[in-house]
């Protein structure tokens, strides 16, 4: 199946500082890739829409000036946490669709750790 | 918004017994899928399975979308099959997953 990538996989950032995470889907094009979250052991839970060439789209109750979303490319999207505090601490997943099959395909995730 | 309840929410099997995890949504949908989340974190795709019924070695899945639901299959269930089963599914249409609760699978040598 087709590959998305994560990176970093591990980030550990002092409270108050900006961490940046990518998201890339390796042999397939991706106009649209999404932006997941999960505490532990818990579900995951969608926070925004990341579409190439255009604003992200945000789910309600998800600060958009907190959580900055780029997709410059067809197979690249970050994620910028601003200004990270301990509560943002978390598993953040991405996922890409490859358009050919309609199969959504998902990264190895990031987890993050703000001290 | 649509709800995704998932059961049974945890399951022990010992190796090499079959087992059926289950699926319910309160609306159409457009899209499922079916993952296994393995102890690192990483989603596998298991199957893209909107209706029908598909197979994949010990795994197969059917959803039967007119009812709202969908099974997934394990035969002769491996100690690495263990982990958390997400069904996820899309009612709108934009390929934006809404994920079940999961079920933790814990399987005995």
């Known amino acids: 199946g087709a590959v998305v990538s994560q990176h970093p996989s591990r980030v550990i950032c002092k409270s108050g500082t900006s961490v940046k995470i990518e998201c890339r889907s390796l042999?397939?094009?991706?106009?649209?890739m999404f932006w997941y979250r999960q505490f532990p052991k818990k579900s995951l839970m969608l926070m925004a829409t990341s579409n190439e060439g255009s604003k992200a789209t945000y789910e309600q109750g998800v600060e958009k000036d907190k959580f900055l979303i780029n997709h410059a490319s067809l197979t690249l999207s970050t994620l910028t946490v601003t200004s990270a505090h301990p509560e943002d601490s978390s598993f953040y997943i991405c996922s890409a669709r490859d358009m050919g099959s309609g199969v959504q395909y998902f990264g190895p995730g990031t987890r993050l750790t703000v001290t | 918004g649509i709800q995704v309840e998932q059961s049974p929410p945890d399951l022990i099997l010992q190796e090499g017994a079959n087992s059926t995890l289950r699926c319910n949504f309160s609306?159409?949908?457009?899209?499922l899928q079916w993952f296994h989340q393995n102890p690192w974190g990483q989603l596998i795709n298991l199957f893209y399975i909107p209706s029908g019924t598909k197979q994949n070695g010990r795994l197969s899945a059917t959803t039967v979308a007119t009812e709202r639901y969908s099974l997934l299959y394990i035969s002769s269930s491996q100690t690495t099959d263990s982990g958390v089963y997400f069904c996820a599914v899309d009612s709108s249409g934009t390929y934006k997953y809404i994920f079940g609760t999961g079920t933790r699978l814990k399987v005995l040598a």
């Open positions: 609306d159409s949908v457009n899209n």
């Open positions: 042999d397939f094009q991706a106009t649209t």
